[in-house]
């Protein structure tokens, strides 16, 4: 008599526990600036290797330009800029990785597009880095310009918009080639140096990167053409209007403190500066930083630990890197180029 | 009994009840979680903005996908490009099946063999192949090809416009049309006709005790049909020659090296536990058996052909349907190298879509059916060959 009833008790007791537990996982009624300082650290997710924009370094110490991004946060959180977790995420993973809270920024050469945008649950950031699709080949082949790859085959990484920008560009030209993807960068970029494609195609920030992997950069040419728009800007979950001004503000500080000539090695001078909006970014004057639950130091803390825009792609891309990137439209607007912050006012 | 049951306080104390109502409450259980978790995921997505449904299958894929057997363009729908990759899928998995299965019998043979060297190569190649991991055969195979082979520009013309080259071997290909299917058809009909032939004059045979002269007809049954369906067809003969262009060689067939290392890589490894899997079959079968048909006087080659093996059958195949479920399964590390097979494709879409909960499902509603479809039909063989007690 006790039995099956103990039993049936068990079993209802069993399933209501599952489903308890089942139900507590997906939170997110905390604000993520809490959990962040409550946790400590920042979780970024980044690329596993991409040079100049996330790898380590021999000492194993995370280092490029998107992780710069994510320790300019750090560093208006947490007035440190080294309270973060990598997290190396590859390309098929990496939304579900914001979207289940596994990150709290994505910082990982991500393009911003419509769709992204208005059906994934995410929110970006400000861009930090106008790229666009581009192709790479060798330079025996002697081509000139994309619209001569007829018939070419083309290697490319998946998870990626790469293979529709690469449809949409040699669609109207009524071009056909072959693709062949692959789901390991590794594997990707021998097949391109062993031949088996004729050309490589990629975001061009990124074929700058596999250039200068390749034994001998000088063999290899980027074709003049850019075939898409692709404005790589950090990403986070639409549901914490609070974080994403912190991201955003934190990117601006950047680009602020480089149209105000606010360097890292010169910022302690200017919190005697005059220029009032200067005072209001430092800190120096107004509550700027209570207003987004920070400390008032906080674009202080940035430029001191992380530097400027301008001094955070030189040291990580620019000319004098193996990237050799330059500024093109990732320049000031005052200087012809795209990006501009809003005023600290 | 019967007032026992119908009173309420002991129909507890039934074990049929009992044993019903526990079932009951189980399914319930796993019902109701099943339905909880379903609508959870579904109340999340929709708080998070997440776009769910299939609604996106009917929408224009707008990517290339390189080796399809289907038709397919950019312009098609998600639904039919998911569709082009499992049908890539089945086709590399069938191939290396078959060619999995052959490896396997000869190893599987060899490994018993009274010739020492014979015995112990085939010793090696098991044990090379199945203590490795599939992956890294997957990439060894493929970086042989990609870096052994010579560039498309330089390709190997192994006969005249026959091309071996790190992109595949390039061959001259018919110009396919209806006729062509018409003859193929035939081709079939004959066969097909030749094997009612062959079993009717076997059963012939046996009733009578007569053998009589079948071979002229069964060549007939063979011959007829295609030849007739040449005559009134009449396929274009023409040929597409592979030549070099600019790039790659154009016209003719291929045979990509994506394909070829995922073939060879699949059906070797699988290879290797299939001969181990032949060698226990064999193993099985008692000695008297072996020697009852040497008594009979029948040599090696057909002792092992006509008593050892159907015997031995009966132990292979239940663990050979595990084999060929894990190849199946296994061919969806087709994405390390570039094949574009079901996991590829759906990769692809749910990158582009981001809707990866649908693409996940239905990638794991293929395997799971496909997968479901092999068991049964290696049940139904297996209930074949199975010992018949008369």
Known sequence: ?345 | MRAEAMSGTSLLYNLRFRAILYQVIAVAGIVLLGLYLFSNVSQKLAEQNIATGFGYLSREAGFVISQTLIDYKPTDTYGRAILAGIVNTVWVSAWSVVLATVIGLFVGIARLSRNPLLAFLAFLYVEALRNVPLLLYLFLWYALIVTGLPGVREAWEVMPHVFLSNSGLTVPSLVWSGAHTTVLLALVLGGILAVVFHRRATAERIRTGQARTMWPWIALAVLLPPALALLIAQPDLAVDLPEKGRFRLTGGAQLRPEFTALLVGLALSASAGIAEIVRSGILSVRKGQWEAARALGLRDGSTMRLVVLPQALRVIIPPLTSSYLSLFKNSSLAIAIGYPDLVMVSNTTMNQTGQAIEGIAIFMLVYLGLSIMISVFMNWYNSRVALKER
């Open chain 1, 1 to 345: 008599m006790i039995q099956p009833k103990s039993m049936v008790r068990w079993l209802a007791m069993s399933l209501i526990a599952g489903v308890a537990a089942v139900s507590a996982a997906p939170a997110s009624a905390q604000s993520t600036l809490d959990t962040v300082k409550k946790r400590g650290k920042i979780l970024c997710g980044v690329s596993p290797v991409a040079p100049g924009f996330s790898y380590a370094d021999d000492k194993g110490v995370r280092r490029g330009f998107d992780v710069d991004i994510c320790r300019a946060v750090s560093a208006a959180i947490f007035a440190d800029p080294d309270k973060v977790e990598y997290v190396p995420l590859n390309t098929n993973v990496r939304f579900q990785a914001v979207q289940s809270g596994e990150v709290d920024i994505l910082s990982r050469q991500n393009t911003w597009s419509f769709t992204r945008d208005a059906s994934l649950g995410l929110d970006f950031g400000p861009v930090v880095f106008y790229d666009g699709q581009g192709l790479m080949a060798p330079s025996k082949l002697n081509v000139k310009s994309a619209g001569e790859l007829a018939d070419a085959a083309i290697c490319l990484l998946p998870g990626t918009t790469t293979l529709q920008n690469l449809e949409d560009f040699f669609r109207p030209r009524n071009i056909k080639y072959e693709s062949v993807v692959f789901e390991n960068s590794d594997e990707w970029r021998n097949a391109f140096f062993n031949g088996r494609c004729d050309a490589i195609t990629t975001d061009r920030s990124d074929l700058a990167s596999v250039r200068a992997i390749a034994n001998d950069p000088s063999q290899y040419v980027v074709l003049p053409e850019t075939i898409s728009k692709e404005p790589l800007a950090p990403t986070i979950r639409q549901n914490d209007p609070n974080w994403r001004d912190i991201l955003n503000w934190s990117v601006y500080a950047l680009i602020g403190a480089e149209e105000k000539g606010v360097t890292q090695a010169n910022v302690d001078e200017f919190l005697k500066s005059e220029d009032p909006e200067i005072q209001r970014m430092l800190g120096v004057n107004g509550d700027f930083g209570k207003m987004l639950g920070l400390d008032n130091k906080w674009a202080y803390n940035i430029v001191k630990s992380v530097g400027n825009y301008g001094e955070v792609f030189d040291r990580n891309l620019g000319p004098k890197t193996r990237l050799g990137l330059t500024r093109g439209p990732n320049e000031l607007w005052t200087k012809g180029g795209l990006l501009y912050a809003p005023p600290f006012r």
